[in-house]
């Protein structure tokens, strides 16, 4: 069916973050499309540079051109100011740009790799996608992102696996604004946790407070003295005056909680 979706296009700009969705849209739209496919991936503070490395990794591994662009979102007040639709803001600009590397390109359409279960949460960027004409594939093909990875992992895909992310913004509290400071203490405290063991992991930005989120089975870390003080230590050197270890785990979309409850 997916296939299906993407053969019916004829061309297409893949937005690709180089994540378990996108890296599956572009290795079908590449088997589908041949030459008819050009991946776009923005450079920005809000996404971590791994993310892009990987994308830039899996482009050239799929023979796919790859156009690596400037996300210039920061420069909009209305982002940085972190309302509730702060993604809405984002993704205008971003498939704004997608549509004139579509058409520089040559290409008739812009794709982009949201699920169905990403309908299921408060995700105001889908709007922005919507009006700017841009095709999600895996929706139209009715995948969940169980059947995402499954057929990821059929076609030995390396990203079948990967842990779910988002972009570091959504670890900032809505109505605290949004800055390259805090987004790179996010990025670098992450990665911190990382090195450590945690494989899945959030850092939620609260002033001086570093919010730490982690899946169930990861929990057990913070118990072993060594990794407790090294965190410690090293988020203070990052600059966060305060770790917080939170009991309820990682849970995606948590920021959104507070929406539901107004």
Same mark, same amino acid.
Not at 30 to 58: C, F, N, Q, Y
């Given at each position: 069916?997916? *296939?299906?979706?993407?053969?019916?296009?004829?061309?297409?700009?893949?937005?690709?973050?180089?994540?378990?969705?996108?890296?599956?849209?572009? &290795?079908?739209?590449?088997?589908?499309?041949?030459?008819? +496919?050009v991946?776009?991936? &923005?450079?920005?503070?809000? #996404?971590?540079?791994?993310?892009?490395? *990987?994308?830039?990794?899996?482009?050239?591994?799929?023979? $796919?051109?790859?156009?690596?662009?400037?996300? *210039?979102?920061?420069?909009?007040?209305?982002?940085? %100011?972190?309302?509730?639709?702060?993604? @809405?803001?984002?993704?205008?600009?971003?498939?704004?740009?997608?549509? %004139?590397?579509? &058409?520089? #390109?040559?290409?008739?359409?812009?794709?982009?790799?949201?699920n169905?279960?990403?309908?299921?949460?408060?995700?105001?960027?889908?709007?922005?996608?919507?009006?700017?004409?841009?095709?999600?594939p895996?929706?139209?093909? /009715?995948?969940?992102? &169980?059947?995402?990875?499954?057929?990821?992992? !059929?076609?030995?895909?390396?990203?079948?696996d990967? !842990?779910?992310?988002?972009?570091?913004?959504?670890?900032?509290? @809505?109505?605290?604004?949004?800055? +390259?400071?805090?987004?790179?203490?996010?990025?670098?405290?992450?990665?911190?946790?990382?090195?450590? /063991?945690?494989?899945?992991?959030?850092?939620? #930005? #609260? /002033?001086?407070?570093?919010?730490? =989120?982690?899946?169930?089975p990861?929990? *057990?870390?913070?118990l072993?003295?060594?990794?407790?003080?090294?965190? $410690?230590?090293?988020?203070?050197?990052?600059?966060? =005056?305060?770790?917080?270890?939170?009991?309820? /785990? @990682?849970?995606?979309?948590?920021?959104?909680? $507070?929406?539901?409850?107004t």
């Amino acid at each position: 069916r997916l *296939r299906e979706e993407l053969g019916r296009l004829g061309s297409a700009v893949v937005a690709f973050s180089g994540g378990v969705d996108s890296s599956l849209l572009l &290795a079908v739209a590449r088997e589908v499309l041949k030459g008819g +496919v050009v991946a776009a991936t &923005a450079v920005s503070p809000i #996404h971590k540079k791994e993310e892009v490395d *990987r994308a830039k990794r899996i482009a050239e591994a799929l023979g $796919v051109a790859h156009v690596v662009f400037e996300g *210039r979102e920061m420069d909009i007040e209305a982002f940085t %100011s972190n309302p509730p639709e702060r993604c @809405y803001y984002c993704k205008k600009m971003l498939f704004k740009e997608l549509s %004139s590397i579509a &058409a520089r #390109h040559s290409m008739a359409t812009v794709v982009h790799g949201a699920n169905l279960d990403d309908l299921r949460d408060y995700r105001p960027g889908e709007a922005a996608a919507r009006e700017a004409g841009a095709v999600a594939p895996l929706v139209e093909a /009715g995948l969940t992102k &169980a059947d995402v990875r499954a057929i990821s992992r !059929q076609m030995g895909l390396d990203t079948w696996d990967l !842990q779910p992310d988002a972009c570091l913004a959504t670890r900032i509290p @809505y109505g605290n604004t949004v800055t +390259v400071e805090k987004l790179a203490m996010i990025e670098e405290a992450e990665g911190l946790l990382k090195s450590l /063991g945690f494989k899945q992991v959030r850092v939620r #930005h #609260h /002033g001086d407070v570093a919010r730490i =989120e982690t899946s169930k089975p990861d929990m *057990r870390l913070i118990l072993k003295d060594e990794v407790r003080l090294k965190a $410690v230590s090293e988020l203070r050197r990052i600059g966060f =005056e305060h770790a917080a270890f939170d009991l309820e /785990g @990682y849970e995606t979309g948590r920021m959104n909680r $507070v929406l539901k409850n107004t």
